[in-house]
C-alpha cells in the first residue's frame, strides 16, 4: 500500500477538529461571560459595580500593552489609571456626583497620563483615551441600572443588542460571505455580517422589550423610537467593533490579549459593549426616553 499523500497527512487532518474546537471554547467562554454579566445586573448595587470594576481594570491593562506603554512605566501608569477609575465608579459615594459627572475623576487621570506620557516615551494622546474608554465599561452599566423604574431593562436590552449584532455578524458572515467591509482593518468581516447582525439585533432586543411591555407593563422605549434606537445602537456596537481592530491594526497586534479562551482579551470581548453603552445612555437622555 503507497504511503498517504501530503493531504491525508494528519495536519491536514487536525484543521477541521482545531476549529471546532476553537468554537467550542468560544461558546463556553461567552456563555460564562454573559451569565457573569446577567448576575451583575440582577442584583445590582455593589455586585454590578465590582463585577464591571474588575473588567475596567482589565481593559485598562491591555489598552496599555496594546499601545506600547514602557515596561518600566506600564504597572505606574495602571495603578494610577485604575485608581482613577476606581474613584469615578465611587464618586456618587465619595464626592456626591451624579450621572455623567461621574467620569470626572476618570478624565483628570487621563490628562495627567497624557501629560507624563511625554516624558515616558509612550503615545500620549492614546495614553490619555485609556482611562476614559475604561472607565465607560463600568460607568455606562451604572448609568443605565441607575435609571428608574426601567434600570433593569434597559441594561438587558443593551446586553441583547450588543451580543445578538456581534452573534448574528460571526454567523450570517460566514454563512453567506460576500464583499468584505473593510479589508485592511479587518479581513474577514463582510457587508453580509454587517447586515445579519443588524437585522438579528435589532429584531430579538427589540422583541424582548415588546414581551416585557405586554407582560410586566410599558417601563422602557416603546413603538418606532424602540426600533429605531435599537438599530442605531446596534450599528454603534459594530462600529465599535471595528474601531479596534483598526487600533489593533494600527499597532500590530492580533489581539488585545489572551486570557479569554477563543476571543482573546478583554477588551476584545468589550469593543462593542463600551461604544454601544455609551451612546445608548446619551440617546435615552438627549431625547427623555
Same mark, same amino acid.
Do not use: C, H, K
Given at each position: 500500500m503507497s504511503e498517504p499523500g501530503p493531504r491525508s497527512t494528519p495536519e491536514g487532518a487536525e484543521r477541521p477538529a482545531r476549529g471546532a474546537s476553537e468554537?467550542?471554547?468560544?461558546?463556553?467562554?461567552s456563555l460564562a461571560l454573559a451569565g457573569l454579566a446577567l448576575v451583575s445586573a440582577w442584583f445590582g448595587g455593589l455586585v454590578l459595580v465590582i463585577v464591571w470594576l474588575v $473588567?475596567? %481594570? /482589565?481593559?485598562?491593562?491591555?489598552? @496599555?500593552?496594546? %499601545?506600547?506603554?514602557?515596561?518600566? /512605566?506600564?504597572t505606574a501608569f495602571w495603578i494610577f489609571g485604575s485608581a482613577s477609575?476606581?474613584? !469615578? $465608579?465611587? =464618586? &456618587?459615594?465619595?464626592? *456626591?456626583? &451624579?450621572?455623567? =459627572? +461621574?467620569?470626572?475623576?476618570?478624565?483628570?487621570?487621563?490628562?495627567?497620563?497624557?501629560?507624563?506620557?511625554?516624558?515616558? *516615551?509612550?503615545? =500620549?494622546?492614546w495614553t490619555a483615551v485609556g482611562p476614559v474608554y475604561a472607565a465607560i465599561v463600568v460607568l455606562a452599566p451604572l448609568w443605565l441600572r441607575a435609571r428608574e423604574p426601567d434600570g433593569l431593562v434597559a441594561l438587558l436590552w443593551l446586553f441583547l443588542v450588543v451580543w445578538i449584532s456581534d452573534i448574528g455578524a460571526f454567523f450570517i458572515g460566514r454563512r453567506i460571505g460576500g464583499p468584505k467591509l473593510w479589508p485592511a482593518v479587518s479581513p474577514k468581516k463582510t457587508w453580509s455580517g454587517l447586515f445579519g447582525g443588524l437585522f438579528f439585533g435589532t429584531l430579538? /432586543? =427589540?422583541? @424582548?422589550?415588546?414581551? &416585557?411591555? +405586554?407582560? %410586566?407593563?410599558?417601563? @422602557?422605549?416603546?413603538?418606532?423610537?424602540?426600533? /429605531?434606537?435599537?438599530?442605531?445602537? !446596534?450599528?454603534?456596537?459594530?462600529?465599535?467593533d471595528l474601531f479596534e481592530s483598526a487600533m489593533k491594526r494600527h499597532f500590530g497586534a492580533k489581539d488585545s490579549g489572551q486570557i479569554i479562551p477563543g476571543h482573546g *482579551? %478583554?477588551?476584545?470581548?468589550?469593543? !462593542?459593549?463600551?461604544s454601544a453603552g455609551l451612546f445608548a445612555v446619551i440617546m435615552l437622555d438627549l431625547f427623555g426616553f
Open positions: 468554537l467550542a471554547a468560544r461558546v463556553l467562554s $473588567a475596567a %481594570i /482589565a481593559v485598562l491593562r491591555e489598552w @496599555f500593552g496594546l %499601545i506600547g506603554v514602557p515596561r518600566n /512605566a506600564l477609575i476606581i474613584l !469615578s $465608579a465611587f =464618586s &456618587d459615594q465619595i464626592f *456626591g456626583f &451624579d450621572s455623567y =459627572s +461621574m467620569i470626572i475623576p476618570a478624565v483628570v487621570g487621563s490628562v495627567v497620563l497624557g501629560g507624563v506620557a511625554r516624558f515616558r *516615551g509612550a503615545p =500620549s494622546i430579538l /432586543a =427589540s422583541g @424582548f422589550v415588546l414581551l &416585557d411591555r +405586554m407582560l %410586566i407593563g410599558p417601563v @422602557f422605549v416603546g413603538g418606532a423610537a424602540l426600533f /429605531a434606537l435599537t438599530l442605531a445602537t !446596534s450599528l454603534v456596537s459594530e462600529l465599535g *482579551g %478583554i477588551m476584545d470581548r468589550l469593543d !462593542s459593549f463600551v
